[in-house]
């Protein structure tokens, strides 16, 4: 049991991935996970639109995510960029 779920996570992940990166239409994008069966039998359409629901929700979050990364990155490269000029400016003065 455990295999197959596997396989058909497998191959959900790869149409989500694939749909976002081409920009995939709502309607195409129902229509492949539906192709997407357990044991022979397809998704059913309130299955298809939870996956995508969560999908969705799990793309927004990991872009803040991203977002808040960088954001945090440049304050640090700017602090220590602000230090080094302190450093490189003050070099030949006299303490």
């Known amino acids: 049991m455990i295999k197959e779920l596997l396989k058909v996570n497998d191959e959900v992940s ?6 976002e990166k081409e920009d995939t239409e709502f309607p ?4 492949l996970l539906s ?3 357990v ?3 397809p998704l059913s359409i309130h299955i298809v639109l939870g996956i ?3 999908f969705i929700k799990d793309s927004s979050e990991l872009r803040k995510k991203m977002a808040m990364t960088d954001f945090e990155q440049d304050a640090l490269v ?3 960029y602000d230090k080094v000029n302190r450093s490189w400016n003050n070099r030949n003065k006299v303490n």
């Open 14 to 19: 790869k149409i989500l991935k694939r749909a």
């Open 28 to 31: 195409g994008l129902v229509g």
């Open 35 to 37: 192709g997407v069966t």
């Open 39 to 41: 044991y022979g039998n």
């Open 52 to 54: 995508i629901d969560e």
């Open 78 to 80: 700017q602090e220590s």
